[in-house]
């Protein structure tokens, strides 16, 4: 069936350095990425988004990047803040008789000032 | 509070007893989803509704119950059959894709079940 795995499960970044998290899915029909970021006790919030009509997203201190062939997907952010300190999850969409999404397990990321 | 309104926030269940889980959301989405969230496993649906008065099962539907009577509203009840049911519930609503343009979800705020 359809799977979205993500990779590292947690990651530790000093403040200032760049993190990534990256996703596989198995559905090539799957044409809308979202991302979104869990801060801890808190709902899930979509912060960036990439449809598979483009390969590369940025807004401010984040980017997403999407390889269709591969199969891959990137979360990449730049000049982490101890704020940036959540669970990020990836999901992929499929527009069928309902939008199907895919997540992924999270990753647990945590920014050390 | 972002538009749509999980209630209560935590909720202790006894064994062998039914609860329900409230979503409201007054963003005008036509469709609204149930969501279980475990650690290390992500989300996964449980049921999802795109119109009043019609609902589907997602993946892991045995022992929940929902019904949409309204747009604004998509009760999840956990019945006595769910046999593992502490976990974090999530709902979430989103626009029709009447363009066949997908956008993402906002989620409610949580409810934390724990069976005692």
């Known amino acids: 069936g359809e799977n979205v795995e993500q990779h590292p499960s947690t990651l530790s970044v000093q403040e200032g350095d760049s993190a990534v998290i990256k996703c596989t899915y198995s559905?090539?029909?799957?044409?809308?990425f979202p991302w979104y970021k869990q801060e801890l006790g808190k709902r899930p919030q979509l912060i960036i988004d990439?449809?598979?009509?483009?390969g590369e997203k940025k807004d401010q201190r984040i980017a997403v990047t999407l390889n269709k062939t591969a199969k891959h997907f990137s979360l990449h952010i730049t000049e982490t803040q101890p704020e940036d300190s959540a669970v990020y999850f990836c999901a992929a969409s499929i527009k069928t008789s309902y939008d199907k999404v895919i997540f992924g397990p999270g990753t647990s990321l945590s920014v050390i000032p | 509070d972002g538009g749509i309104t999980q209630s209560p926030k935590y909720l202790f269940r006894k064994e062998g007893q039914n609860v329900t889980l409230s979503c409201e959301q007054n963003l005008n989405h036509d469709a609204m989803y149930w969501y279980r969230q475990d650690p290390g496993q992500g989300l996964r649906l449980i049921y999802y509704s795109q119109i009043v008065n019609d609902f589907q099962k997602g993946d892991i539907a045995e022992g929940y119950s929902v019904s949409r009577e309204k747009k604004e509203s998509f009760p999840l009840t956990v019945t006595s059959a769910q046999k593992n049911p502490t976990a974090f519930y999530l709902c979430a609503s989103k626009r029709a894709n009447r363009d066949r343009d997908l956008n993402g979800y906002t989620f409610g705020s949580g409810t934390r079940l724990t069976v005692v």
């Open positions: 990439i449809r598979s009509n483009v």
């Open positions: 559905d090539s029909a799957s044409n809308y």
